[in-house]
């Protein structure tokens, strides 16, 4: 993320998501971290659903 706009396509992106409950992203920092219900996503499929949606590169934090 560059910008305040990529920050905002990652919040909107991640809030798209089935299970996703709330994103938070952050430009200046790099990263997102998104509150999801277990029982219908895994850290995987939401970093997998954000890379799709916006093009960016993603990972899980270990």
């Not at 409950?21 to 996503?41: C, H, M, N």
């Not at 995987?44 to 949606?53: H, W």
């Amino acid at each position: 993320m560059t910008c305040s706009g990529c920050e905002a396509a990652v919040k909107i992106a991640a809030k798209q998501i089935d299970g996703v409950k709330d994103a938070k992203a952050s430009y200046a920092k790099g990263t997102a971290e998104v509150t999801y219900d277990s029982a219908k996503t895994s850290p995987d499929a939401i970093a997998k659903a954000i890379a799709q949606k916006t093009g960016y590169k993603t990972e899980v934090a270990k």
